[in-house]
Structures are given as structure tokens and as C-alpha cells.
């Protein structure tokens, strides 16, 4: 059976002020120890797997910062993985890039060892917001990160833009939209601003001195910058997601369908065999466990329950929904058994709900609100 890998790369020059994910300021010495016990994890997760599941058909390198990564530490690891998994031939290779740090050099070395979909953390063209996110590129860099992609023949690439940034108006989207369609990139993931507790951002918004776009202005935002992608020869295929024909990503589509994917790297996920692990959010706790040969991860606890409504949450905010069939095999009970009636029967009668043969999905209305339409379903 194949499988997606993510791994998860540690390490960013600077923190952003909006960011809750795990990372680590970069040093080099530190990032030669992390690749030492990536091998490990690597080596140990392929012995745990047997030969249950040994086939790689999407890689996904996130972090952090990945565009930081010592390209001959990747290549020895790349070296590694395929000694143990096989990769499939039309291998979704993917890794994330801030603009300041791509250069033509890490790009044409990424392609040479096998990435075929760079991601570009563009977020805004806005110099002065992408301040206030403490962001280290410019607009410039993030011109110069796609003009250097096409120069170097990468037909698949992503770009990742938010929107509801602070002090942002409708205008200033407009712009970054503009300026992203000119780019023309084969693929766009489009997503709002969270502000997560913890971070610096928290601490501006709630002392007042950074204002967000209120829920109207950003329900607004997103719809007619929707419109605009979809104008421009995108569909959107999941909330945040959209599209040319056929570059949707592979990668992203197996989580939402509930494949199976192995996670390596501090924090990162696994879903194997119906298990959930969790990796340690810690690199010295992580490569400290790696170099006694144990694995740095805790099964998930989460009942049955919660798979259920993280299935029924990620497959609506999906174009093509939920499939009943997939989700009676996976849990054993028919979809509509798990929903609240009367919350399902107002949503069809309202049209954002549509029950079809082999799925249930929101529709264009509907998938605006679909994490709103998810709470009211869920029994
Ligand atoms: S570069 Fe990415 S991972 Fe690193 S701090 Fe900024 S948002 Fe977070």
C-alpha cells in the first residue's frame, strides 16, 4: 500500500509574529545532528512498517524554513529513504521555500535531487504588513523566487498567500490578488489569518495596536478574491485551494481523504494503519531519543469520535465532499447516522448542503461557511 511522507525541517532564520509552529532559530551544527537523527527516525520507521506499507507516492518537506536546508544533508537522506521505501514514478515532491532564501543554486539542487513542486511563503506583496508578520522577504524576493522557478523549468510550483491581515483593506488585497495572477502560478493556497494564543501577534491584537479586517470584511475578502481565481482559470478544489487542471496537490488530497501518511521530524504527524502518532515538538528531545534508537513519538489518544468529525470537518471543506463509502469502511457506520437531522435537513432545504449518490458536500455557498456548517452538523 502507498503511503505520503511529510518531514518536518525544524529550523527558520527568525520567528514570525503570527506563527505557532514548532522551529527552531537555524544553526548549522544543529541541523547536521538533526539530519543524523532524521536517518535514524527514517531507518526505525521502516523497520516498524514492515512490509505493510513501503510505497512513497507524495513527499511534502515543511517546517520551518526548508529553503534553509544543507542540500548535501538532503541528498544523504534522500540516499537513506530510498534504501528502505520505494518512490513512486510520478513522485509528488514537494518543499516549502520563504522568497529570501531561494536562490538559484538551492532551487536547481532541489530539482536535481527530485522536488518537482516548490512552495513559495509569498503571504502578501505588502511591504509594510509583511513587517508587522515579521516576515525577512520583500516583494522583490518573492518576484525574483518565481521568476528563478520558471527559469529553471519547474512546470508544478504553489504560492501562499493570507488574507485578513492586519490593517489590510479590500484595496490592498486587490493588489496582492492582481499581482499574484500575473504570476500566473500553477497552484494557489489562499488562507485567513489565525491569530494563534502565544504568539506575538496575540499580544498586538489584544493591546490594540494591530486592527484585523472584522468577520464581514473578511467573508467578503475571501469570496471576491474566490471569484478572481476562478476568473483566472482555477477551481477551487478544497477551501483554501485552488487549482489549474491538474495540479492539484496530491499530497494535501491524502490527508483529506484519510490516507495513510508517515510523518518524520519534530512534531510531525503519522497516520498508519488506522493508528495516529505524534512526534515530540522538541529537536533535543527528539535527536536525544534517536540516538538511544527509539522512536520520538506517542500514540494519539483521540477517540473514534473525534476521527469522525476530523473526517466529516476536512472531507466538507473539500470540493468533492465526503464519500459515504469511504467513511462506512473507515468507521463502520453509514455518514448520515452520525449528523444531526434537523441541522442536515435545514442545511439541504437552505442549499448549502447537497446529498448526492456517493458523497455529501457543501456548495459554493455552502463551503464559505463550512466550518460553521461542520459545528452545526456534528451530532
Ligand atoms: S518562516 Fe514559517 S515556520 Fe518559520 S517562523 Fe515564519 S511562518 Fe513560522
Redesign the pocket.
Known amino acids: 500500500m502507498s503511503f505520503s511522507l511529510y518531514l518536518h525541517y525544524p529550523f527558520?532564520a527568525?520567528?514570525?509574529s503570527?506563527?505557532d509552529?514548532y522551529?527552531e532559530i537555524y544553526h548549522g551544527a544543529a541541523e547536521l545532528e538533526f539530519f543524523e537523527a532524521l536517518k535514524t527516525e527514517t531507518r526505525l520507521a521502516a523497520e516498524n512498517l514492515g512490509d505493510s506499507g513501503r510505497d512513497i507516492s507524495t513527499i511534502f518537506i515543511g517546517?520551518?524554513?526548508p529553503s534553509l536546508i544543507n542540500t548535501e544533508s538532503l541528498a544523504d537522506w534522500l540516499d537513506l529513504l530510498r534504501r528502505h521505501f520505494a518512490l513512486s514514478n510520478d513522485l509528488e515532491f514537494s518543499i516549502e521555500s520563504?522568497p529570501e532564501s531561494v536562490t538559484l543554486e538551492n532551487l536547481r539542487a532541489f530539482g536535481k535531487l527530485g522536488v518537482n513542486r516548490p512552495v513559495f511563503?509569498i503571504q502578501s506583496f505588502n511591504t509594510k504588513v509583511l513587517k508587522i508578520l515579521?516576515?525577512e522577504h520583500n516583494p522583490h524576493h518573492s518576484q525574483r523566487a518565481i521568476y528563478y522557478a520558471n527559469a529553471l523549468g519547474f512546470k508544478n510550483f504553489g504560492v501562499d498567500i493570507i488574507f485578513g491581515l492586519p490593517f489590510q483593506t479590500s484595496r490592498m488585497l486587490v493588489d496582492d490578488i492582481d499581482q499574484i495572477i500575473d504570476l500566473d502560478p500553477p497552484h494557489i493556497s489562499f488562507y485567513q489569518l489565525t491569530v494563534e494564543e502565544g504568539t506575538p501577534l496575540a499580544t498586538m491584537v489584544r493591546g490594540g495596536k494591530v486592527r484585523l479586517p472584522d468577520n464581514e470584511l473578511s467573508l467578503a475578502m475571501y469570496k471576491g478574491s474566490c471569484q478572481r481565481f476562478i476568473e483566472a482559470g482555477y477551481t477551487r478544489y478544497e477551501v483554501s485551494s485552488f487549482a489549474k487542471p491538474d495540479f492539484e496537490c496530491r499530497h494535501n488530497l491524502s490527508y483529506w481523504h484519510g490516507s495513510d501518511y508517515l510523518g518524520l521530524g519534530p512534531s510531525a504527524h503519522s497516520f498508519i494503519n488506522g493508528q495516529r502518532f505524534m512526534n515530540r515538538a522538541n529537536v533535543s528531545e527528539y535527536i536525544g531519543l534517536l540516538q538511544k534508537n527509539e522512536l520520538p513519538r506517542s500514540v494519539d489518544k483521540s477517540g473514534r469520535e473525534e476521527r469522525m468529525t476530523e473526517a466529516i470537518m476536512l472531507g466538507l471543506r473539500t470540493a468533492g465532499g465526503i464519500s459515504r463509502e469511504m467513511f462506512s469502511q473507515r468507521f463502520g457506520v453509514p455518514l448520515e447516522a452520525c449528523l444531526d437531522r434537523r441541522q442536515y435537513e435545514m442545511l439541504v432545504r437552505s442549499g448549502h448542503l447537497i446529498p448526492e449518490k456517493g458523497s455529501l458536500r457543501l456548495s459554493d455557498d455552502g463551503i464559505v461557511l463550512a466550518d460553521e456548517i461542520t459545528r452545526r452538523l456534528i451530532k
Open positions: 527558520c527568525s520567528k514570525c503570527y506563527c509552529f522551529k517546517g520551518g524554513t520563504n511563503g515579521g516576515r
